[in-house]
């Protein structure tokens, strides 16, 4: 069954994957009749919020783009950044959407943030616990399985992770296309229809991530709980 469930969500995966970026390349050859830069949109969103201390940069990269908490920064890949494009509105207003939530202390992103640091760590160690602990589990027949319950434990985080990282995305996007549409960057149904499209995509590869990651746990709490000699 699980096999099955890999993989189906492998996929699932690739479809999104290529779905989003064939997407992202179709708007970002659409021109916003607007004429805005990236970088000049999410100017003038932070502007319109009352957010004047986060600093707007271009960094490396495609599809690099995020906003960074700790810095308070907003950073756009030159695509964007530079950009006149619906795509490029639209990304640039979906992470400024990110600096909003900060601003505002939007409950879901707090608990990401917190949870940032234990994610971190866990999911450094989390492959090669797993990988040592299945092996001492099978040698032990399932007596030594403490190593295992260790790895699931920090997979559970990981995954918790992945989950409560939707309503941030589901969030931002929203709070992106809302004033996309009231400041009036996206003029009529087709930008605001491509710039919603895009959105929605970018949105599924988080949905899908986190299926992924809750298919994975299920695997290895079932080999835990399902072999455990007490």
């Not at 605001?192 to 992924?212: C, E, F, N, R």
Request: glycine share 8%.
């Amino acid at each position: 069954m699980y096999i099955i469930l890999f993989v189906g969500i492998m996929v699932v995966s690739f479809v999104v994957q290529w779905r989003f970026k064939s997407k992202f390349k179709k708007y970002s050859e659409t021109p916003l009749s607007s004429g805005m830069s990236g970088r000049e949109i999410a100017q003038k969103m932070l502007n319109d919020n009352g957010i004047y201390d986060v600093q707007i940069i271009s960094v490396d990269g495609q599809l690099s783009d995020h906003y960074n908490p700790q810095n308070r920064t907003v950073n756009l890949s030159p695509e964007v950044y530079e950009g006149r494009s619906i795509a490029a509105a639209a990304v640039a207003a979906h992470e400024c959407g990110h600096a909003v939530q900060h601003a505002t202390a939007y409950s879901w992103l707090q608990f990401r943030s917190a949870m940032v640091p234990m994610v971190g760590f866990a999911s450094k160690m989390t492959s090669w616990i797993l990988m040592a602990g299945v092996i001492m589990f099978a040698i032990s027949k399932g007596g030594n399985y403490w190593l295992l319950a260790i790895g699931v434990g920090a997979l559970a985080i990981t995954t918790v992770f992945s989950f409560v990282t939707l309503p941030v995305e589901l969030d931002a996007s929203n709070r992106a296309l809302a004033w996309l549409n009231n400041a009036g960057i996206t003029h009529g149904r087709e930008e605001h229809d491509g710039a919603k499209d895009a959105l929605k995509w970018a949105a599924m590869t988080y949905v899908v991530a986190a299926l992924s990651a809750l298919v994975t746990l299920l695997y290895y709490a079932s080999i835990l709980f399902g072999g455990r000699r007490d």
